[in-house]
């Protein structure tokens, strides 16, 4: 029996490499209030590429910076029915391997909010909303054309569209690994 594909939304993406560029320098010079935490979650969803909602909900526990690693514990995932369905995948986190420009970020970052349980505290004891990501990029003049869940869309395109020449051949630059 085949399983239901997720359901893909499209949302708006920068997805040639010059505007993305621009973009990315634009969301580095934002400046927020309370120590422009909205600014760095879009900055770390820029290095990562994951769902808005795990950057906003991502706890200091999840991060190992010294194995380069951030674990995203099964019950925060997005699509868990989905992968209840997959053996290799039930019940197990996401495991987000973090470049060294990110594990960079995160170091600093934990000298604002490291002693706190979210990465990017809100009020009362909560995260900040994916909707303040949304409204940076909107002041940013994104409105319309890039949305905080983008930078997945932007990843995708971007990095799909790479090649690379090897023995005169034309390959993609990040094949799929396996199969």
Not at 40 to 65: C, I, M, N, S, Y
Request: glycine content about 8%; proline content about 7%; some cysteine.
């Amino acid at each position: 029996m085949a399983r239901p594909s997720p359901n893909n939304t499209p949302r708006p993406a920068v997805t040639d490499a010059e505007p993305f560029g621009q973009l990315l320098r634009d969301v580095v010079a934002y400046r927020g209030r309370q120590g422009n935490l909205v600014g760095k979650a879009l900055e770390l969803l820029a290095l990562t590429f994951v769902r808005p909602g795990t950057v906003t909900q991502a706890e200091w526990t999840e991060f190992d910076l010294d194995s380069a690693l951030w674990t995203v514990p099964f019950a925060k995932l997005k699509q868990r029915e989905f992968r209840e369905g997959i053996k290799e995948l039930k019940g197990k986190p996401h495991f987000v391997p973090l470049s060294r420009q990110t594990v960079m970020f995160l170091r600093e970052l934990q000298k604002q909010t490291g002693n706190g349980r979210y990465l990017f505290p809100g009020r009362k004891q909560r995260p900040i909303s994916t909707n303040a990501l949304e409204n940076a990029l909107n002041s940013l003049d994104y409105q319309d054309i890039h949305c905080p869940h983008g930078f997945r869309s932007s990843a995708s395109t971007l990095l799909n569209a790479e090649r690379i020449t090897v023995d005169g051949n034309e390959l993609p630059r990040f094949a799929e690994q396996g199969s």
